[in-house]
């Protein structure tokens, strides 16, 4: 499903910022967006599901996964081998995110997938929003303006602090009077997103923890299906 477009960010975010919006330039409202896209994936980060075909090896460059950001996606499942009427998910410790002087690799600790193969690998990515195209869900699109306008505000602000320091008398007390009102206005709507959110700012959000069920017996005897020779 394809999100809101950069345009529909523009227009909302200057119906937030109302008369103040006239007082940034376009770079200054773009930069605004970019920010609060950037901050939204640390708390709804876009989740993909990505194949990668097995090569009879047991590792696998994280590049083969489009949009995997070293220091920023996370795993959060492997389907292995995939397509089977009934899903068959890894262990944690089936698997590591192995790196070496190339860069970081999938390693399989216990399988060799082969050619006929596929793993299904599920992980987080960053959103993107762009003049044709957006992966953030409608859903969030409202929270996502306020945060826009959060930096946008807190731009304002620092510029009005600029035009204050050279001038002097009723000119000053006005920039500095905006100067309040403006990050007054940013902390309200950073607010307005985390409310929106449900969250605290600064709150992790809560991890998805995926287990495979098909685990061996207590005792140590293999399953009549999927045993470890199978593995």
């Not at 200057?14 to 930069?31: R, S, V």
């Not at 980060?45 to 070293?70: F, K, P, R, S």
């Not at 996606?73 to 070496?100: F, T």
């Not at 100067?179 to 605290?200: I, M, P």
Request: net charge negative; aromatic share 10%; with cysteine.
């Amino acid at each position: 499903m394809i999100g809101p477009f950069l345009p529909e960010y523009q227009t909302r975010l200057d119906q937030i910022l109302k008369e103040q919006a006239g007082d940034l330039t376009t770079a200054d409202k773009n930069a605004a967006i970019e920010n609060a896209v950037k901050e939204h994936s640390k708390y709804r980060a876009q989740v993909i599901v990505g194949d990668i075909a097995g090569n009879d090896t047991y590792d696998y460059e994280m590049d083969l996964l489009a949009d995997w950001e070293q220091g920023f996606s996370v795993i959060k499942k492997i389907e292995y081998p995939a397509d089977e009427r009934e899903p068959v998910y890894l262990e944690d410790e089936d698997w590591i995110i192995y790196e070496d002087t190339v860069g970081e690799k999938l390693r399989f600790l216990n399988d060799t997938p082969t050619a006929l193969q596929t793993i299904r690998v599920t992980y987080s990515a960053r959103h993107d929003v762009t003049e044709t195209a957006g992966t953030i869900p409608r859903a969030h699109f409202e929270a996502v303006c306020h945060y826009a306008a959060h930096f946008a505000l807190l731009a304002l602000a620092n510029r009005y602090i600029q035009m204050t320091e050279p001038l002097m008398g009723a000119d000053s007390v006005d920039h500095k009077s905006k100067t309040t009102e403006a990050a007054g206005r940013a902390n309200a709507e950073k607010k307005s997103y985390f409310d929106h959110l449900g969250v605290k700012e600064g709150e992790t959000p809560a991890g998805m923890a995926f287990k495979d069920h098909d685990v061996n017996y207590p005792w140590g005897e293999d399953r009549l299906t999927h045993g470890r020779r199978w593995r």
